[in-house]
């Protein structure tokens, strides 16, 4: 079951991954163009629904398999070894959101790290580090960024001291964006959300198929009574 559900976050991360190299290289080109406001939020809506499209492609599929483990399981319609690879991979509603949490384990610590430093003082003996910490935020969810800037309320420069180096290099290089580090919290939060809805929807979905995948079988077999008892 855990080995079952690690993999299903290191598919996850993959995801992760391969989003935050291609909006690094995509997004940093378009940002710097010196585009409107609106077109970079286009710009970055468009990254955000390929990474969802990604998750509901993965988490979706997973659903699936799960639902026909599940249902091969109770029904014990397989061998001995198969009926543990099924119960390995039993559904379970939360698995998506679980799933979806140790995959953004990483950049959830970063974050509570960055919003921490942010207020209390001790931070100040490790600026260059917690100044790292905040460009690898902003690049993680840089398709978010418009949109995390629109409902900034505060100017993380005064607010964030030891994130000032970090904070005005972001602005440089996207034409005023600032985000104060706890609007991280958000892209995590839609991202293990998406995961779990997606997975859950599999599930139903794979089982709302099921009685017509297994209708023609059963239609087969009464017109083959039928047509014997017309014979007889």
């Keep these: 079951m855990v080995k079952n559900l690690l993999k299903f976050s290191g598919r996850l991360i993959l995801i992760m991954l391969a989003v935050i190299a291609f909006s690094t290289v995509g997004l940093t080109l378009i940002y710097n163009t010196g585009i409107s406001a609106p077109l970079r939020m286009l710009a970055g809506l468009l990254f955000i629904a390929f990474q969802l499209g990604m998750v509901w492609d993965t988490c979706t599929r997973r659903g699936e398999e799960d ?9 014990s319609a397989a061998d001995e070894a198969q009926q543990k690879k099924n119960k390995a991979a039993l559904y379970f509603p939360a698995k998506g959101f679980i799933a979806g949490a140790i995959a953004m384990l ?7 790290a960055c919003t921490v430093m942010m207020y209390h003082g001790w931070e100040k003996g490790v600026a260059p580090v917690a100044n790292i910490i905040y460009v690898l935020l902003f690049y993680t969810f840089q398709g978010y960024a418009p949109f995390l800037t629109a409902a900034t309320v505060v100017n993380p420069v005064p607010g964030f001291e030891f994130g000032v180096p970090a904070v005005r ?7 005023g964006t600032q985000v104060m580090p706890y609007m991280f919290f958000i ?26 995948i297994k209708k023609p079988a059963a239609q087969a077999h009464q017109e083959t009574e039928a047509a014997g008892k017309e014979t007889i």
Aim: hydrophobic content about 45%.
């Design 67 to 75: 639902c026909r483990a599940t249902l091969q399981y109770r029904k």
């Design 106 to 112: 990483i950049p959830l610590a970063l974050t509570v």
């Design 169 to 175: 290099y972001i602005q440089n290089m996207y034409l």
């Design 187 to 212: 892209p995590i939060a839609i991202f293990i959300v998406a995961c779990g809805v997606c997975y859950i929807w599999g599930y139903y979905n794979r089982l709302r198929l099921q009685p017509k």
